[in-house]
């Protein structure tokens, strides 16, 4: 059909739903008067029974656990998927990027950006870290902290050239994070199986709420989602960035 | 407790093993890689077949992360292993398996990130069949498109693959934002994402606009995975470029999965909403099978490029399961599960078979590769057995299968079912076997005067030593002799025998009927499953009280004799359209149907338009039938 | 104000899928597929919302702190975040890939599937 014609349709289409949503949103209890009796048990009893301050980390990692290990895998899936899709096909090759004259080079890098880049990306990876590990005390976790963490090498990037960045991605090693990190999920999980209790249980020491070690297996979690987030995206910044600066179609 | 221990071993061991391949994929060998991903579907398939057998008298329910539920509420996730789910996850293993096996030493460019995917969309189907949780569902809905659409993508070389893949995720995607958005509603109302809770919270109650509005979006979003007309459109796009093997697992296990949400959550959630009526949701239902199961007949028998013809099989099979599924019987459900499990074995070796061809004679054209079949006389007769299986060919399991959805038709008086079955069937059997006949035995005009419809991009399927480019140099010459001189490996010619061997051993198992059947009636009951997830006693009819199967209806005179009526009409359709003297039929056939084909047009913003119109179509419906 | 809290999630879902209908280049297509997946994101912020109440967070609150708000509406959509960066990700690749391969970003463009 004729783009007109698609948008015509569309236009109808998109009426009736908005009707259709409209019915059902008007079905919702009113904005901000209700939450569930579910989350109201949770929110009550999830520092007391798990010793942790955070409530959203109590359940991502133990009363909704296996969601989280799934999500995780969704990452790991998006980006083998990705390096997957991303890969150097037989008709190209790796150029590093040179200058097409031949008596220039590419300029390095300038003074002070560099030193706002090793400025950004340390404070990048220190906010990381502690995203990461207070995750049971304060909102954040091993996701966000994860990628707070691999936005450093884009900022190294930025302010410094592919080369730089390239020494900081040593691929063996960061796919061995991800790896490492996702079946880590899975070997906590199986630590609950030894002890005779279920897939995923918090069976490690608990601590004092308010403790940076608190909350069991919580920590520990975050900590290996951190890691696969963080290397997740690290591999995901090398392909792009392999894709735009260095891969070329092979030259006959 | 060792058996309750399998069940999160089923999850365990694929993702363990997916994510040690994806992350140590350099320090292993080709071959380990090979061997580990083949060795770790083999033992997921196997943790299944264990759940299947011994979920067979009542649900397994395991709860994670130890919260069991307190005073009727659930606090953690749950699996809910029955034999249907059990089975269909033992399915997906199967494929996965003789996907892999097929696999070997090629698709290695991916250096074991490929069999990563494949190892964690089984995991993901296997979560889907097991879990008892809502946003489990969508979160295993999720995980099995992100791998599929990156699995779809792999011959990343060529325009095709790559629109195929773009076409799949974003129909797809939004699809998964309409379950979420049907999930959010539910929750809103009942407090809960338990599938057992929200059906207890539910039961009895008046549907109002927000319950009409969650059960459209959901079926909607699940019925986008599922390829029911007017969700489909990207079906045809996707299955038709990505790589063979990972055509086994979408044919025969992802689609299906989607229709195994939509009557998981109407059994489930609202099969107990007072007023409405049955019927209603039934002819709903059963419309869009038919719909579904016409469309794709039609489109098969019109496709040349091999690849998309199967896919179009594959999606009027999804209709005629749909129908099956749809008479929210027992039965109806038995007959379906007993089809996906016997179509999905022959599905997938059809897809093995053509996969040979391309691999052999660098095209999946059907008039490219008239009378080029010498020498491949195994694949061929894969091809042909596979297409007779998916007719109903009597003893494979298909047939009894489609004898039991029949007499569900009957059941329910609708026994005009039985010939819009019997002609889709015959229609979309009849183009694989057409194809076959063009290409073994070089029937057909050497100049078809049927239009090639656009495969001028054949998608090159990467195997050692051929490109996985579309690059300028690849003529036809050269391909035609690398392919010539190799034999195939035994690795391609195996698995699909295998499978349809099993799809025989199946159907010759006595027995199989009542344990399907049972497993049917187990998932069918929501009173007993809320009780048995939540824990609160309430009285349950007997199981094997609830449905009557048919003494042998495999082996009734009248099964067989029609299932063979079948078998023969499609192979007179492939008959007739070869033979010149019916050349004026088809030309009248194709003007005829000519506004359809142009529908499909791979265009994702057409796609995406469809899918809106069909979402608002879905909620009105769903008005009528439940208010 | 429930009109606009909620009608908010209705207005982004249908703008961003008539931008994916409309989209004449795939990177915004795949911005507009992001848009339409943050009204999902806002309609399980907002069922899970309380008036007056504060984060699910139990450290430094003040004397009087009110109810705190539904936590597990917040896990899910974290969840589904983590789900949208995914997809954006893998269409971003496919782009990428369509640029080099067909030479155009345009979707309307591309004939390599098609009856």
Not at chain 2, 390 to 418: I, N, R, T
Not at chain 2, 432 to 437: E, K, P
Not at chain 2, 538 to 566: E, K, N
Request: some cysteine.
């Amino acid at each position: 059909m004729s783009r007109r014609a698609r948008l015509a349709f569309f236009t109808v289409a998109a009426a009736a739903l908005a009707v259709t949503l409209g019915v059902g949103l008007g079905g919702l209890p009113s904005f901000g008067s209700q939450i569930s009796a579910y989350a109201r048990m949770l929110n009550g009893l999830a520092q007391s029974q798990r010793h942790v301050t955070d409530v959203v980390s109590a359940i991502s990692f133990d009363y909704r656990g296996i969601d989280t290990l799934f999500e995780e895998f969704i990452l790991l899936s998006a980006v083998a998927g990705i390096s997957v899709l991303l890969r150097p096909l037989s008709d190209e090759t790796r150029e590093l990027p040179a200058d097409k004259a031949p008596d220039r080079s590419i300029p390095p890098p300038s003074p002070a950006v560099w030193l706002l880049a090793v400025f950004l990306s340390s404070l990048l990876v220190l906010i990381g870290i502690e995203t990461v590990t207070h995750g049971q005390l304060t909102p954040g976790g091993g996701f966000q902290g994860g990628v707070i963490l691999a936005s450093a090498i884009y900022v190294v990037y930025l302010g410094t050239n592919y080369v730089t960045v390239e020494r900081f991605q040593p691929a063996p090693l960061l796919e061995a994070s991800d790896g490492v990190g996702a079946s880590g999920y899975v070997f906590i999980g199986l630590l609950g199986l030894l002890v005779g209790a279920s897939f995923l249980s918090n069976v490690v020491g608990l601590g004092v709420a308010g403790n940076l070690i608190s909350g069991g297996t919580i920590p520990l979690l975050n900590l290996v989602v951190g890691v696969e987030v963080a290397a997740g995206f690290a591999i995901l910044a090398s392909e792009f960035l392999d894709q735009t600066a260095v891969i070329r179609t092979r030259r006959r | 407790m060792s058996a309750s221990a399998v069940i999160p071993a089923s999850i365990a061991v694929p993702l363990a093993g997916a994510a040690l391949l994806a992350g140590f994929n350099r320090l292993l060998p080709r071959w380990a890689r090979d061997l580990i991903a083949i060795a770790v579907a083999l033992a997921t398939t196997t943790l299944t077949l264990i759940l299947m057998a011994a979920s067979a008298g009542r649900p397994m329910i395991y709860w994670f992360s130890g919260w069991r539920p307190s005073a009727g509420m659930a606090v953690g996730i749950d699996y809910a292993v029955g034999p249907l789910g059990a089975s269909m996850a033992s399915l997906a293993g199967l494929l996965a398996s003789a996907a892999l096996v097929y696999c070997w030493r090629y698709f290695d460019s991916a250096r074991g990130r490929h069999h990563a995917l494949v190892l964690i969309f089984l995991a993901g189907s296997v979560d889907f069949c097991l879990t008892g949780d809502l946003f489990n569902l969508f979160v295993a809905f999720e995980l099995v498109a992100v791998t599929a659409f990156a699995l779809t993508g792999y011959n990343a070389g060529y325009p095709g693959p790559l629109q195929g893949a773009i076409n799949f995720a974003v129909t797809n995607s939004l699809g998964g934002m309409s379950v979420l958005m049907g999930v959010g509603f539910l929750y809103a109302r009942t407090g809960s994402l338990n599938l057992a809770q929200i059906g207890q919270a539910l039961t009895g109650r008046h549907p109002d606009g927000l319950i009409v509005v969650a059960f459209a979006l959901l079926t909607g979003g699940f019925l986008v995975k599922a390829a029911v007309v007017p969700f489909h459109f990207w079906l045809p796009d996707a299955y038709g470029s990505a790589p063979t093997p990972v055509c086994v697992l979408f044919a025969g296990v992802m689609s299906e999965l989607g229709l195994f949400a939509v009557i998981r959550v109407w059994d489930t959630v609202f099969s107990g909403l007072a007023g409405g009526s049955g019927l209603r949701i039934r002819a709903v239902l059963l419309g869009l099978g038919i719909l579904t199961a016409v469309v794709g007949a039609v489109m098969a028998l019109a496709q040349l490029q091999l690849k998309r013809m199967l896919a179009f099989v594959t999606m009027s099979h999804l209709g005629i399961y749909l129908i099956g599924i749809g008479l929210l019987t027992p039965l109806g459900l038995t007959g379906a599960s007993l089809l996906v499990i016997g179509d999905g074995l022959a599905k997938s070796a059809l897809f093995l078979g053509v996969g040979v061809l391309q691999h052999q004679r660098a095209s999946v054209s059907e008039t490219k590769l008239r009378g080029r079949g010498r020498g491949l006389a195994v694949t061929g007769i894969t091809i042909v057995l596979g297409a007779l299986v998916l007719a109903d060919l009597p003893p494979f399991v298909s047939s009894a299968g489609h004898a039991l959805l029949v007499d569900a038709a009957d059941q329910a008086g609708l026994p005009w079912m039985e010939i819009v079955i019997a002609l889709s069937v015959i229609a979309s059997s009849g183009a694989v076997l057409r194809a076959a006949a063009r290409i073994w035995l070089g029937w057909g005009d050497t100049e078809s005067s049927d239009a090639d419809t656009g495969a001028a991009d054949d998608p090159g399927e990467e195997a050692e030593g051929r490109s996985d480019t579309a690059g300028p140099e690849r003529t036809q010459d050269q391909g035609e002799r690398s392919g010539q001189q190799r034999r195939v490996p035994l690795t391609m010619v195996l698995p699909p025998l295998a499978l349809l061997a099993i799809g025989l051993g199946l159907g010759l198992t006595s027995g199989l009927e009542e344990h399907a059947a049972v497993a049917a009636a187990t998932f069918s009951d929501r009173a007993a499953y809320a009780a048995a997830v939540l824990g609160t006693h309430s009285g349950s009819i007997p199981i094997g009280a609830r449905i009557v199967v048919p003494a042998s209806p495999a082996a009734s005179a009248g099964g067989v004799l029609t299932d063979l009526g079948q078998v023969l009409a499609a192979l007179c359709v492939a008959g007739i359209a070869l033979v010149r003297r019916a050349l004026r039929l088809r030309r009248i056939l194709a003007v005829g149907t000519g506004w359809l084909r142009r529908l499909h047009s791979g265009l994702v913003g057409e796609q995406v338009t469809w899918l809106v119109a069909g979402l608002a179509l879905l909620a009105a419906l769903g008005e009528w039938a439940l208010h | 104000m429930s009109a606009l809290a909620y009608g908010v999630v209705a207005w982004l879902f249908l703008v961003g899928i008539y931008g994916v209908v409309s989209s004449r280049n795939l990177i915004h297509l795949v911005v507009c597929l992001s848009v339409a997946q943050s009204a999902t994101d806002i309609l399980l912020l907002e069922i899970g919302y309380r008036s007056g109440g504060h984060a699910p967070v139990f450290v430094s609150l003040p004397a009087h702190a009110g109810p705190a708000v539904d936590a597990v509406m917040q896990a899910l959509a974290l969840t589904d975040v983590v789900v949208g960066a995914a997809v954006t990700g893998l269409l971003l690749a496919l782009a990428v890939q369509v640029h080099k391969r067909a030479g155009t970003l345009d979707p309307d463009t591309l004939r390599a599937t098609k009856d």
